[in-house]
């Protein structure tokens, strides 16, 4: 089970992190993923760090956002810097059982429930 909070209500260039508790799962066993979802949009890939610690980020991201992972907590973290207003969406974790990090979320195995961001300019 995975339980996502954080999230709020920001001006742009503000900052949050997102946190994504585990239950019944070592993080560090699995990948684990950030998406996102704005009104009327898909769900898309924002960065997952691998089982071995490797970090991936959507290029929209990347420079602004970083994720880590706290083995001892079994929580991984999302941390949104100079938040822009297109970043608004509902920020979904998520967990995936292959060995390798996938983008697309319907490869993904669990999830959390989603917690929103709001960013206004």
């Known amino acids: 089970q995975l339980q996502a909070s954080g999230g709020g209500l920001v001006q742009a260039g503000d900052s949050l992190r997102l946190s994504c508790v585990a239950s019944?799962?070592?993080?560090?066993?699995?990948?684990m993923g950030w998406f996102r979802q704005a009104p009327g949009k898909e769900r898309e890939f924002v960065t997952a760090?691998?089982?071995?610690?490797?970090?991936y980020y959507a290029d929209s991201v990347k420079g602004r956002f970083t994720i880590s992972r706290d083995n001892a907590k079994n929580t991984v973290y999302l941390q949104t810097n100079s938040l822009k207003p297109e970043d608004t969406a509902v920020y979904y974790c998520?967990?995936?059982?292959?060995?390798?990090?996938?983008?697309?979320?319907?490869?993904?195995?669990?999830w959390g429930q989603g917690t929103l961001v709001t960013v206004s300019s």
């Open positions: 760090i691998s089982r071995s610690g490797g970090l």
């Open positions: 019944g799962r070592t993080l560090s066993t699995v990948t």
């Open positions: 998520a967990a995936d059982r292959a060995s390798y990090v996938r983008r697309t979320a319907t490869e993904y195995d669990y």
